[in-house]
């Protein structure tokens, strides 16, 4: 427990960074990140690489700022006038945060789901090619194609395909959440950030949500946040445990949750913590 | 325990069940109710009874003078009724209403003739009497109603052909104006008097343009003289034929003849003793048919006599109880109207129901479609609710873009601030401002200064120009200030994606020059020595630079404003922040996610407002009498006539006539009644609005409605 006492302290600590993570590819590397709400410091000199091809999970305690590091991958911390940042982030090799980037480029190169399902007011049809609607598409087969592409990746094609043209809001809430999954895999992205996309949903649509995502561990890089530890468990293959801001450890899911090198990070995955 | 003896105090155990706030508040309620109602039941009340045909009633006087009129309403009083009657038969009686005590009454239950008839006439109001002879055509009362009809559909038709007439000389008379319009024109334009060569005819070394004009002007005098004559021929021969028809009447107006002496008990009874006294009395000659009498007690002290003579006409009197063998008669004044003049005429004592839902109806269907007449008194209200209508769907067109723009700025783009704040406080505080504010704004900026300006250019609007050379140069000063605006507009439109310093500079150096502009276009105009107006000719008649529709709608959308941003940004501000950022997760930009996603979210909450504001202007009255409403105007400001649209005319508005009926006309008593109908009217058409206003909300509401899990 010294560690985690050491931190809300306000000491400084080396993030744990197992080697087996290190030695792969990386689709995203966050190099010393830091990011301050007014005054207020939410993330702490963060390093941490998000495995190509692979599902990196999020956990810690409420508060500790996953959310903020998701949301800062794709920039939507932007919106926020708020909000300052040091360091950087590398997609691919290539600086998210130096001036010059277009962060609407950016953007198109990630998919974003958020914990409350926000599917448009529009058709299921608009809402899953919304993206390439702001990008000008206009040509029906292509859209008609990218559509049943993507609500068949978000398992969704079956329940709705009779029902394209009715509001997206007529789904149910678990339906809800894979239309935004299909929205947010229909540009094709790079990564798919996900926070807490399971956490309003009952077990069935969570099933559901969860075998989505190993399906399409491989074709995307995927950041997940959770608190449901067994979820992280079953789907992912790395995960970072992270406190009041920090990075904690990081490591292979099946390290973390038998063998961590730290004691706190066992308390925490086994549910003894706090 | 627990129970009412544990040891809480009574206060508090009252105040734990709170069962006198329930009451308390239930109270409020029912009151707050109530006051409602009784506002609607008023209004609705007044506004339906004043078009119902009533009975027509003859009521005696102690004194023994007769009044007679139909009841609209009666009220008690220190210690008496008051009857309110509609006396009617203004060009003989000099008065439409006339309040009567139940104190003055020698009988308290009138009278009402069923051989009465009411004839409602384009001049002078209601008439109310006993038909006694058609000029045209010698009938009796039988066939009166269809002779009556037949004749009102030939009348018709020759003021049909006058109405025609009268609007040949008006055009005449615009042709005229207009080639005198272009006379004065190329007087402006040239700069010479053309005065002494219209008089003379002379045109001897003028330009082509004013031979022309001159030319044009004597030619249409010349075809005008021509014409005139013609048709001031044919309208002189049209009104003669008009004025053939009358119809006399006997009105219930009594006229003493002398006194007669015979037992009033046998009077009564229906017995006229003495028949050659009475003939004689009344001036009919009795012979050996002596002249068929017929006495009906109609009082206590009361007898209506009828009398038909030799042309089987009858004649009325009056006989009244003087003292128990004497008694006055009285004849009923005569009046003549012509026929050309009656609206809808009907026997209103005798009416069935179905007969006075009819005549209600069709009264009804005058008020909603039909001009007014005797100043608005009577008649329709069609060119107020038109004017109303026109002015209110000017009004929004012109209020929305402004109002949904300014509300998407300060909600999506603004960066939020003390500044954004205090402009918020003060949108929302204009709203609160009186409106006659508003009116006394309209009066003395768009009226005379933009109107002047457009009348008769910058001097006009009371502006003094600059020298040309000065103008010039600060034009082209202009061009490169705007030229810089927007170049820094799309330098910063590049660096919009990107996280740069620049981009909060250019920004603000954008939004400097923009504002540069746009006082310097607004300055160029005001100083240009080089704009004397669109109507300069028409000058010193104002065109623009009055009161009319468009300041008036210019004006309402001014004050509406608030309104409508208001409205924008709340529906704005409840779109959920989870879909823009969604959005903006798919990589879409500001604009994209405003107009994808948060304008269509908003729209419902938009459409509120906009209705909001329709329903608030639509009822305004203050600003309407200083920019441009009027009691009577003889043009519709939408008709089928080119350009359809007349901006710069004055338009009558249901609500100013509200006011002006009933405060502002010389008979505003008279005028009481139709008030009422106008406000329900004006209540209804509100109401009408807001309806539409929910309907809409709720029809696009359905398509956001989520059904979360
Ligand atoms: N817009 C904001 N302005 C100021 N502070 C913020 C803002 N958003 C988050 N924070 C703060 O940043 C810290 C991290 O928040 P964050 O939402 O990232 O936590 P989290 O790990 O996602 O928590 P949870 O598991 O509850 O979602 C918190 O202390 C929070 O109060
Ligand atoms: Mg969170």
Known sequence: MNRLKAIADGQTIESVIHQEVLARETVVSIRDFSLFYNRKQALYNI??????????????????????????????????????????????GESIFAPSVDVIQLRKRMGMVFQKPNPFPMSIFENVVYPLRIDGQRDKRVLMQVCEQSLRGAALWEEVKDRLYESGLSLSGGQQQRLCIARAIASDPEVLLLDEPCSALDPIATGKIEDLIDRLRGEYSILIVTHNMQQASRISDHTAFMYLGRLVEMAETSTIFTRPTLSETEDYVTGRFG | MIGPNSKRSAQAQIAAQGEPMVWLSGGMFAIACLMILSLLAFVLWQ???????????IYTRNDGSLVGGELYSKHFQDGQNKLYLRVGNYDVSNRHFAYVSSLELADQTPWADPDLWLVERKEWGNLYGFPKELSWTKTTQDHFADQVTQGMRETAKIDRQLAQAKNELKRIDGDIAEARLSIRRVELAEKVDLQRAVESGSVEGLSPAARRAIGQLADRNRRADDAMVQINERIAELEAKRSERSVLFELPIAQELGTLTAPWSELSAGVVGDVQAFAKLIGVESNASSPAISVEPVGKELLLCKVAVEDQSIR???????????????????????????????????????????????????????????????????????????????????????????????????????LLSLIRISINNLAGVPSIVYGVFGLSFF??????????????????????????????????????????????????????????????????????????????????????????????????????????????????????????????????????????????????????????????????????????????????????????ATDLPLDGEFPFLHGSRSFMHLGFQIYSLGFQSQNSEAAKPMVYTATLLLLAIVTLLNQTAIWLRANLRKRFQSSQF
């Open chain 2, 447 to 632: 009226c005379y200064i933009v109107g002047g300006y457009i009348d008769g250019g910058p001097k006009k609007a009371g502006f003094e120009p600059w020298p040309s050379a000065v103008w010039f140069s600060a034009l082209g000063l202009l061009a490169l200030v705007s030229l810089a605006a927007f170049a820094v507009a799309v330098l910063s439109g590049q660096a919009e994606a990107r996280r740069s310093p620049l981009r909060s500079m250019l920004r603000w150096a954008g939004g400097l020059l923009w504002l540069a502009t746009l006082v310097g276009i607004v300055w160029l105009l005001i100083k240009s020595p080089h704009f004397q107006g669109f109507y300069q000719a028409q000058l010193p008649n104002p065109t623009f630079g009055k009161g009319c529709l468009l300041w008036a709608a210019l004006t309402l959308a001014l004050l509406t404003l608030p309104v409508v941003i208001v409205a924008t940004e709340e529906a704005l501000s409840a779109v959920p922040n989870s879909l823009r950022e969604g959005s903006y997760a798919c990589g879409a930009g500001q604009w994209q996610t405003i107009h994808r996603i948060v304008l269509p979210y908003a729209r419902p909450g938009i459409i509120t407002g906009f209705i909001l504001a329709m329903a608030r202007g639509a009822g305004e009255v203050a600003p309407m009498m200083l920019v441009g409403a009027i009691p009577l």
């Open chain 2, 316 to 418: 009325r009197f009056w006989i009244r109880r003087l003292g128990e063998t004497t008694c006055s008669v009285s004849g009923l004044q005569e009046h003549t109207i012509l026929l050309a003049d009656v609206v809808r005429f009907f026997p209103t004592n005798r009416l069935g129901l179905f007969q006075r839902l009819g005549v209600y109806a069709g009264r009804w269907w005058e008020f909603l479609s039909g001009a007014p007449r005797e100043a608005g008194m009577e008649g329709g209200f069609f060119p107020a609710i038109w004017g109303t209508v026109v002015m209110t769907i000017i009004m929004s067109m012109a209020v929305m873009p402004f109002g949904v723009l300014a509300a998407l700025y300060m909600r999506e783009y603004a960066k939020r601030g003390w």
């Open chain 2, 47 to 57: 506004g339906l009874w004043t078009l119902w045909p009533r009975n027509y009633s």
């Open chain 1, 47 to 92: 390093s941490m690489p998000i495995v190509k091809g692979m599902v990196t999970a999020l956990v810690g305690p409420s508060g500790c700022g996953k959310s903020t590091l998701l949301r800062s991958v794709n920039r939507m911390n932007d919106l926020i006038e708020s909000v300052r940042i040091e360091g950087d982030m590398l997609l691919n």
